[in-house]
């Protein structure tokens, strides 16, 4: 299944979230200009990269088109949300901290995609409840497993993939509606 920026701009709609079309371009400068406050962090740059390699260790095999899709939809999150934007980059931060620690890797993005998941299973990330201050596991699981997650199974492509023709937020047909139950 091919996922497009169309599919993250469903995503967002279905979140409330307004995008233009070039809202990629200038939420990424508007992202940098925030990211600028605290050097400590990873750029907004490391962050997108990580948050795409965490989609690959994340979404079934059988996605594919995930740097677009998750730059869009990342960048149109984070748009206007400074706290926001901070835990995403520190859990960015966190994950490449554990790459580096467990598998002297550079970055978590730098890992194998088996390596990417078995370092999130090892945190507990896939059994840990989504907390803003929470542990590092839980911080995690909110601000990148969870948004991923949400991004892919809100598009009108990752729906089809658990049997959602029209996820919420995305407009259908009336034939949908209509048709019972297969």
């Not at 790459?99 to 970055?107: E, I, K, L, Q």
């Not at 497993?145 to 993939?161: F, H, I, K, M, R």
């Amino acid at each position: 299944m091919q996922l497009t920026r169309r599919d993250a701009i469903a995503a967002l709609s279905g979140a409330g979230i307004v995008v233009g079309g070039g809202a990629a371009s200038l939420s990424r400068q508007m992202a940098r200009a925030a990211a600028d406050d605290d050097p400590e962090l990873p750029s907004i740059d490391a962050t997108l990269e990580t948050l795409v390699a965490a989609a690959e260790a994340v979404y079934p095999s059988a996605v594919e088109g995930i740097p677009a899709f998750v730059e869009t939809y990342s960048l149109g999150r984070i748009e206007g949300r400074e706290s926001y934007l901070r835990g995403v980059r520190e859990a960015s931060a966190t994950l490449d901290g554990h790459a580096d620690v467990w598998f002297d890797a550079d970055s978590f993005a730098a890992l194998s995609p088996e390596n990417r998941d078995a370092l999130l299973h090892d945190m507990g990330v896939h059994t840990a409840d989504p907390a803003v201050d929470g542990t590092a596991a839980e911080r995690v699981r909110r601000y990148v497993v969870n948004e991923l997650q949400y991004a892919l199974y809100a598009s009108p492509t990752g729906g089809e993939l658990v049997g959602l023709e029209n996820p919420q937020g995305h407009p259908g047909g009336t034939q949908s509606y209509q048709r019972g139950p297969r």
